[in-house]
């Protein structure tokens, strides 16, 4: 991502997990925690749109944690159909955020629904201040209801997470969706986009 980037791993329950860190100039606001889309599409920390949700978070002064699922890249472990994959995250969580430190949750495609899922099982006093969730997969998993101030984020022409679902899925939670016109799944030529809306969305917000 970066020159400064920390590559580092992070005990979890199937092994270690490969992280990658950025931190901001001077002292953060907080940790950001941010979930890849699905191992067996090829997705990894290194994803473009996880990448960008990276750099977004860290322009605003939070601490950007990026991580492995277990199976993927160095870390160790093997797919685990969703469930494995949210221990995952609540073990980066447990082990990357200092005791009440505010916590960013964010993730794209399958990374937001793990991302959600997790936020669901912290403690109420440790929900995260805010959640960013792109491109979420609403249609190929069971995505738990989000607090009303979570940011979706979605392409018009997504076609592997298809827009009507995540529509479906926000309709009941009264919940707004950013659409990007004719963009698809991966935002290929909108990062710069996806970035700025991210970056607009949560300035001047609790998260910022």
């Not at 995260?128 to 249609?139: E, I, N």
Request: aromatic share 6%; with cysteine; proline share 7%.
């Amino acid at each position: 991502m970066n020159p400064r980037t920390v590559r580092t791993t992070t005990a979890g329950p199937a092994g270690s997990l490969e992280c990658a860190l950025d931190a901001p100039d001077g002292s953060p606001r907080g940790v950001a925690v941010i979930c890849h889309p699905h191992p067996q599409g090829g997705g990894t920390l290194d994803n473009k749109v996880v990448q960008t949700l990276a750099r977004a978070v860290l322009q605003l002064g939070w601490r950007s944690v990026r991580f492995n699922f277990r199976g993927v890249g160095g870390s160790a472990g093997a797919f685990d159909e969703g469930i494995g994959e949210v221990d995952d995250a609540l073990a980066v969580i447990a082990a990357q955020r200092a005791a009440g430190e505010p916590l960013l949750l964010a993730g794209f495609s399958f990374g937001a629904y793990v991302a959600a899922t997790a936020a669901g099982r912290l403690a109420e006093a440790d929900r995260p201040r805010r959640m960013v969730l792109v491109g979420p997969s609403t249609q190929r998993q069971a995505m738990p209801a989000v607090p009303a101030d979570s940011i979706v984020i979605h392409g018009e022409v997504d076609d592997v997470a298809p827009l009507a679902s995540t529509l479906d899925w926000a309709r009941s939670q009264a919940l707004p969706v950013i659409v990007f016109p004719g963009v698809g799944h991966f935002f290929h030529g909108q990062l710069a986009l996806l970035k700025s809306v991210v970056v607009r969305e949560l300035r001047g917000s609790d998260a910022d």
